[in-house]
C-alpha cells in the first residue's frame, strides 16, 4: 500500500508561484506514475498533472500549460509540481497519487488512501 505526502503549500500571492513536493517515505515511487489533483470546497476532486513511470512523460491539463509543470527527482524519491502564475481560482486542496499509468479516473477509485493534501492559498 502506497502512502503519498503532499507538501510544500502555503499562501501565495498572485502572480506568484510554488512548488509542491509529493513523496512516499519508506516506498519508491520510480516505476509509478505519479497524478497531482486538486479540489476546492463543494467540486469534485480534478486531475490536473501526472508523470508516466515508464518513460516519464508528462501531461498537464490544457487549462494549466504554461503555468504548471510536473517533474521527478530519482534521488530524493519525489515528485513535484510547480505552479507559476498563481491566480486566486488556483486556491485548493492538492493531492497527489501513485498508479501503474496516467489515467486519472482509475488513479481516483484506487483503494489507497488519500495523503493529507496540501492547501495552496492565492490571495492578496
Known amino acids: 500500500q502506497v502512502q503519498l505526502v503532499e507538501s510544500g503549500g502555503g499562501l501565495v500571492q498572485p502572480g506568484g508561484s510554488v512548488r509542491l513536493s509529493c513523496t512516499a517515505p519508506?516506498?519508491?515511487?520510480?516505476?509509478?506514475?505519479i497524478a497531482w489533483f486538486r479540489q476546492v470546497p463543494g467540486k469534485e476532486r480534478e486531475g490536473i498533472s501526472c508523470?508516466?513511470?515508464?518513460?516519464?512523460?508528462?501531461y498537464v491539463a490544457d487549462s494549466l500549460k504554461g503555468r504548471f509543470a510536473v517533474s521527478r527527482d530519482f534521488a530524493k524519491n519525489t515528485v513535484y509540481l510547480q505552479m507559476n502564475s498563481l491566480n486566486p481560482e488556483d486556491t485548493a486542496v492538492h493531492y497527489c497519487?501513485?498508479?501503474?499509468?496516467?489515467?486519472?479516473?482509475?488513479?481516483?477509485?484506487?483503494?489507497?488512501?488519500w495523503g493529507p493534501g496540501t492547501q495552496v492559498t492565492v490571495s492578496s
Open positions: 519508506g516506498f519508491t515511487l520510480d516505476y509509478y506514475a
Open positions: 497519487r501513485a498508479g501503474a499509468w496516467c489515467d486519472f479516473d482509475r488513479m481516483k477509485m484506487g483503494y489507497e488512501p
Open positions: 508523470i508516466s513511470g515508464s518513460d516519464n512523460s508528462t
